[in-house]
């Protein structure tokens, strides 16, 4: 994204793009860097917009929607303080998976990058021969990717600590979920077969099969059953304080693969979707009736985003990631560099970042790409109607012809680049963020 250190580089940067600009305006474009979805001027090139016009024409033709039916699209596309096309871009429309910007945006900028959900194990009771003579007490934190590895990596710390049995039950406290299942019965009971691999099925075997070689098969056997409590128990010792994944991790796991579960999460522990809407409108500088929201997953057409919002908050979003040192590729996938998750059978410009959002009669993109002539462009585009798949596949050839129009860039800049390896996968299962508490 531009830094804008002056008022001379504001109207330098114009120039070079062909727009003329006073002076005084010069110095109120300097509220951009502050105001990230603050649009200055209209573009003089049209392209953009001629772009945009053409691949509505385009839906029309090949019937993907009705000519009257044409304001169910939104589209807006932004360089810098410039917009480019402007289609129903201020109206709030269903948005899907793009509401997980917001509640990425909401968590990095509560959290921090760096911020590690804790699960808490505990005993009720004593170790007597590597039997636990009371219960085994889960309390969760939050941790919306506790999943095989990382139980199986609980289950062999709790077997280093001596502990093979357990005579009482496995309590369930707290807001705990485990592989994306957030009922705490449910949960509780993948976990307790995860802790002894004398129980394990075909979906827990195979993943201890791709974890590093030598990770030994924990066998922890709890004799009870699985219990929910609505408090911990006062008595109980903790054992173990197992650290999630950094947010940051979290956040781009959730974005690539668009995870519901762990969005809903995510958007709980900074206080419900509430939170999410007027937070993201306020980081984002939008009006908070562009940001309408029920849930942070996007579940449900009630959640309505204007493409305008939508491109606000992931330029606030840049904003936040630069200030740690990062780039929004950390935390949403990239053409040409994730291959994995909803990135799968796309076909974008080299180098997008984008974020995307599907149900039934809804398909989105957001995102932003590199040009030559323009720059980073923003973008969000919201559909709807039934034919999905039509709708992607326009949605690929659009930022195709404008990247035609507009020339690849030369190289990914700096500021979207991403910080980790390509395809590089989070360290899923790894013992040094489970810490022994309980000394024997």
Request: with cysteine; charged share 15%; net charge positive.
């Amino acid at each position: 994204m531009l830094e804008i250190l002056g008022s001379g580089l504001v109207t330098l940067w114009l120039e070079m793009v062909g727009l003329k600009i006073k002076p005084l305006e010069a110095l109120d474009a300097l509220a951009w860097q502050s105001s990230p979805g603050l649009v200055i001027a209209p573009d003089p090139n049209p392209v953009g917009a001629n772009v945009v016009q053409g691949y509505l024409q385009g839906l029309i033709t090949s019937k993907l929607v009705a000519q009257n039916l044409a304001e169910s699209q939104g589209i807006w596309m932004q360089s810098g303080p410039m917009l480019m096309a402007n289609h129903q871009g201020t109206t709030p429309l269903p948005a899907a998976s793009l509401t997980k910007i917001a509640t990425s945006l909401v968590a990095f900028k509560t959290w921090g990058p760096n911020h590690q959900f804790e699960t808490l194990v505990s005993a009720t009771g004593p170790i007597v021969n590597g039997v636990l003579q009371g219960d085994l007490v889960i309390t969760g934190g939050g941790d919306p990717m506790l999943v095989w590895e990382e139980a199986i990596a609980l289950g062999n710390t709790l077997n280093k600590m001596g502990i093979k049995q357990v005579k009482g039950n496995l309590v369930i406290t707290g807001n705990f979920a485990m592989n994306f299942q957030r009922h705490p019965l449910l949960a509780g009971q993948i976990f307790k077969q995860a802790l002894n691999s004398g129980t394990w099925t075909r979906p827990a075997n195979f993943i201890h099969s791709i974890m590093p070689k030598g990770t030994p098969k924990p066998k922890v056997v709890i004799a009870g059953a699985v219990k929910v409590a609505a408090q911990p128990n006062p008595q109980q010792a903790v054992l173990i304080r197992h650290r999630s994944l950094p947010l940051k991790q979290l956040i781009k796991e959730m974005n690539v693969f668009s995870n519901n579960e762990m969005a809903e999460m995510l958007a709980e522990s900074v206080g419900g979707a509430p939170v999410v809407q007027s937070t993201a409108a306020r980081l984002a500088r939008v009006p908070e009736s562009e940001i309408q929201l029920i849930n942070g997953s996007g579940l449900g057409p009630e959640n309505r985003i204007s493409p305008r919002a939508a491109c606000a908050m992931l330029m606030a979003m840049q904003q936040e990631a630069v200030a740690h040192n990062l780039t929004i590729a950390d935390l949403f996938p990239m053409s040409g560099f994730d291959h994995r998750g909803t990135m799968h059978a796309r076909h974008m410009p080299a180098g997008t970042v984008m974020k995307t959002g599907t149900l039934r009669d809804v398909s989105a993109l957001a995102g932003v790409m590199p040009t030559r002539d323009r720059g980073l462009v923003w973008f969000a585009i919201l559909n709807r109607g039934t034919n999905v798949s039509g709708f992607r596949a326009g949605q690929d050839q659009l930022l195709q012809r404008l990247v035609q129009q507009l020339q690849v860039a030369p190289e990914v800049p700096a500021a979207i680049t991403p910080h980790s390896t390509i395809n590089s996968l989070p360290e899923l299962g790894a013992a040094n963020r489970n810490e022994v508490v309980f000394k024997s």
